[in-house]
């Protein structure tokens, strides 16, 4: 952990951010507060440039990307995110005004999120910026939300809309020259920076039955839940919640659909329930969409407008 | 974290390394059990190759000081090892023996330290390998160490010999040439491979004032503990504990106290407290020497056998 005298500069920065239990980042080690009847849950990202991000975004962009995939795994497990802790390895290029613009972008998130830093690590690399986050959350003991735990006949539902993550990430690779620019740059600020969906998590304690973030791409999240079930699922492509963007890219390409089903980043929550458990889920900000459902069959199917099972032939998409 | 169907090859190897709260690795995140009474101590470190390690040490020797400097930090603070995150960016050169061996390692300090892993992360990187370790332990509510807390008059202590970190760099950069080939191979020993003093730090729970470990170099370290209480301290050099390898490497040349007094990465534990303090201490497997007294002088003084102060010159060891 970060040490007093080391990394002066840093560590002026990186204090106003810190909270309870961090001891002003002047310990060893920071300690986590407890809440009765709570258990605290873990979960923890790297991001490298030239992997996760080009490098040349703004750095407040990449403290935002940083957290919220983190964050989005918290929300996945229905729980309340607390704190983090935050290793960085930046390169010499990397100067002053990126780091002061890096944590001035971790401020913005900690507000937006009622989170704080408890500690962390800074090094110095002679390769690209590799940049780890590991959030820490409450949950009612009991009530962690689970990717084992899907039913037979459960419905399967979505939160948002599905594809734009991939879609933003081709329209920023140039790749949908086409379509109208101001849809494309909604697709591309859904890909560089996620809504982890901490309400919706939250309320799906105690009802849902499994839940995921789709980080890999919608079936193959889904095939993650109905896997560990020994189940599989029918999802109706019609029925997926598309924006107008993913909607307009689709209407130029229609094989884009294949990226729509795919691909991964966004960062929306895939769970299950009974039928009527959209309806009991109030106040948490976003749509709930019912695609499909969970079936004795042990395949992730898509099932297309004329009733026919779709060939998903997404690289990456594995799941037979 | 760790998702199903991400990285299969690695969360076969890792799976069988995990433990209570970590859903064989296929959650979103994992949950960290509490003991009732107690606080949950978090630390993390990273190393990266070509800064922390070369890279061309057996892996099992990476695995074990990436957790060992990490457990130094939780020894520190007197807490009971639980489990540990692991994110790892490898680049594409590090093949599957590399992976497996790491796993070995890792079990192996597993064994020892009865700790588990939690969850993790793993991505490439086209970079060099940078490792990041995140540990939790427990403490008794209110019992954790604490930098802050040394009082005027106390004694300083220190475990083990002091030294032997930095000059095991020395010497495995050939700078150490003269010295027996045994001693020198022992002092690499303790640079490549630190013994985090856990028992000791737990032993240390209600009865030191204020405790650190020493990663930054003997008086820096015991700088960060007079800084807080704005005191300062004197050191004996004749007091220092140095083992048969640190005495003889000053026997060729002199001049290497400065290295002994200002270097880092002994991972032994300064401390504070009465005199009779070491007397209590016992079955904590170290040896304990008291080498100064903190001082209502706000600096660090390191005294020489004429009673002078020694001018310590350490690149890196800049308190007044």
Redesign the interface.
Known sequence: ?L????FGRIRDLLTPLSGKGA?DL???????S?TLGH??????????S???FHGSEPPEEIAAKLLRVNL???A??G?KPICY?L?W?LPSSYDDEWVISFCAGLKVQQEIFGIYL????S??????A?L?A?L??H?PRGQ?L???GTKLGETIFVSGTIGDGALGLLAEQGMLADLDKALARKLIGRYRIPEPRIGLGIALRGRASAA??I??GLL??I??LT??AGLGAEVKMSEIPLSSGARSALAINSELWQVIVGGGDDYELVFTGERGLADTLTNIGVNITAIGKITAEPSVRLIGANGNIMQVNKEGY??S
């Open positions: 952990m040490g007093k005298g080391e001891f002047e310990d060893d080690a920071g300690v986590l407890e258990e605290i849950v873990v979960t923890t990202d790297t991001i490298v030239g992997v996760h989005s795994d918290l996945a497990m729980t802790t290793n390895s408890l500690g962390g690590d090094t110095s690399t002679p390769g690209p590799c780890t590991t820490f959350g949950v962690v689970r990717r084992a995921a973030d980080s890999d193959a999240d095939g993650h896997d560990l594995c799941h």
